[in-house]
């Protein structure tokens, strides 16, 4: 199993950013990718970025050039940088961590973005 911990979410207006951080634990041994979804009240959970264990990242098209995925292997600690937040970025964050076969998940961080 692996357990995966959100934080960094919060309140903030259109314009500004967050820093939001994952850290993993359990058995992370041969997590083949990580990544950061959305969902929004009554749509379903999104795509947001991923990257791999040999650091290749893929952006949603809604985020690129905004956010940055990136991972401290010595922390276990998968982070996403969101900058230039737009009222439409308002969702539950969740972490996600991919073992072949088998995807792990977070609890959820609350990101709204105010106009």
């Known amino acids: 199993q692996v357990q995966l911990v959100e934080s960094g979410g919060g309140l903030v207006q259109a314009g500004g950013s967050l820093r939001l951080s994952c850290a993993a634990s359990?058995?992370?041994?041969?997590?083949?990718?990580m990544g950061w979804f959305r969902q929004a009240p009554g749509k379903q959970r999104d795509l947001v970025a991923t990257?791999?264990?040999?650091?290749?990242?893929n952006y949603a098209n809604a985020v690129k050039g905004r956010f940055t995925i990136s991972r401290d292997n010595t922390a276990n600690t998968l982070y996403l940088q969101m900058n230039d937040l737009k009222p439409e970025d308002t969702a539950v964050y969740y972490c996600?961590?991919?073992?072949?076969?088998?995807?792990?998940w977070g609890q959820g961080t609350q990101v709204t973005v105010s106009s």
């Open positions: 990257i791999t264990s040999g650091n290749s990242t």
């Open positions: 996600n961590a991919y073992k072949r076969y088998h995807d792990f």
């Open positions: 359990g058995d992370i041994f041969s997590i083949i990718s």
